[in-house]
């Protein structure tokens, strides 16, 4: 069972079908598209896998140095808005699976030996997805909203990971406040 961890372990909790409860899943989703060193593992844990992945972590001799958990948080933010909090910031009953699983309480007997961050996206709804699963244009069915939080919560996780992907220029403004490819007039 210990193949099942690594040094770096990056989870993504939720429901695909739950509209922004699949934002876990689509944060690794992209993350398993890059290159990442041999000492970072991505992973899916969908719904009741947190449950039992976190407390068969706590409690095996697992190398687990620090755990990433991505997954949707009701923090009273604007919905795609991301916070990262530590296990110990999470209010009470805040966070369970949908068996009403706490899950805090793995996380707590984990946090004595192992770094934990928790990425939460404030969700902009979780009802069940509207959109046909016969789509192919869709992947996950996350709000638009929340679709845009997804690129910020991959660089978070890098951040995290200590891995540099660079920067992307995504504005139509250089950083001189001048449109892209527009001379200097100097």
Not at 64 to 91: C, M, N, R, S, Y
Not at 132 to 155: C, G, H, L, M, Q
């Amino acid at each position: 069972m210990s193949d099942w961890y690594s040094e770096i372990m990056v989870v993504g909790c939720g429901n695909p079908l739950q509209t922004d409860d699949g934002f876990g899943p689509a944060v690794v989703s992209e993350l398993k598209k890059l290159a990442l060193p041999g000492n970072v593992k991505v992973l899916d844990a969908g719904l009741a896998g947190p449950h039992y992945l976190f407390t068969l972590m706590a409690q095996s001799d697992a190398p687990v140095k620090k755990l990433v958990i991505v997954d949707i948080l009701d923090f009273g933010g604007e919905p795609g808005q991301i916070a990262k909090i530590t296990p110990d910031l999470l209010p009470p009953g805040s966070y369970t699976d949908d068996h009403s699983w706490g899950l805090k309480e793995p996380l707590r007997v984990l946090a004595d030996r192992v770094e934990i961050v928790i990425l939460g996206c404030q969700p902009e709804c979780i009802e069940l997805s509207r959109i046909s699963n016969e789509d192919e244009e869709y992947e996950f069915w996350v709000t638009d909203t929340v679709k845009k939080a997804i690129p910020k919560a991959v660089r978070i996780v890098l951040d995290e990971i200590g891995v540099d992907y660079g920067h992307t220029i995504s504005s139509q403004e250089t950083h001189h406040g001048r449109a892209a490819g527009e001379a200097d007039g100097t």
